[in-house]
């Protein structure tokens, strides 16, 4: 008899030990779909406002649902679900049009209806040049020693400020032709305006639909340098980013 009831109540102890998974798992997926979701930065493409090795969160809220907000994009329906417009200077994480199954960080730059154009480095929007003015340079530190980096700080006609590097005086999309933003799309581009694969390159990025935005880029709740990974925790001392950690964007 003693046997007997021990298996029943191991059995009953696994049943609701699966239970508590399910639960953390139904909650985790409802957190991820329509709250918060962790997002990592492998490319330099928005230095210095984002680092390789940053981790941060996206509000999935910010902008209403459409379909990319559910994992792996299934066509349940078009458009979004309690939509909120996208403000110049938002950084927004994005599916790239031409494979929605690449996430894409970038800033937002221009509006539907806006027209956009870079003229000698200088972003322009409706015609007008954005207020750019030197401020210290970058230094870019690495196994090979450290580089300077030109950094400028660009204000948009709504006020929003931030930093943006430029490696090079004559880059190929320094100089681009004016785009005209379609209704219902956005121009996104990268805070490293040299080495940014953005809305500039029609044919790779183009204008992203509203459909396409998954969230926004809320807060940075890690940061790591070098290769290390994010699980490597005895590297930590030496390779988090302390000040970063928590830092708003």
Known sequence: MRVKDRKQND?????????IIVQALALALIVRT?????????????KDTLLIG????VSKFSYGYSRYSLPFGPNLFSGRILAS???????A???????????????????PGDRIQMID????????????ERIDDYIEVSDYGSERVARYRETLPNGVTYDTLDLSPNGSLDNTREYE???GHYFMMGDNRDNSTDSRVLNHVGYVPFENFVGRAEILFFSISGDQPAWAFWSWPGSVR????????
């Open 11 to 19: 059995d009953g102890g696994f049943v609701e030990t699966v239970k």
């Open 34 to 46: 329509l709250l918060f979701q962790p997002f990592n930065i492998p490319s330099g493409s928005m």
């Open 54 to 57: 940053d981790y941060l969160f």
């Open 85 to 91: 417009l996208p403000e110049r200077g938002d950084i």
């Open 93 to 111: 994480v994005f599916k790239l049009p031409t494979d929605p199954s690449i996430d894409y960080i970038k800033r937002v730059i221009g509006l």
């Open 121 to 132: 480095g200088v972003l322009h929007i409706n015609g007008e040049a954005v207020k750019r």
């Open 181 to 183: 933003v379609p209704e």
């Open 242 to 249: 302390w000040d970063r950690l928590f830092k708003t964007l």
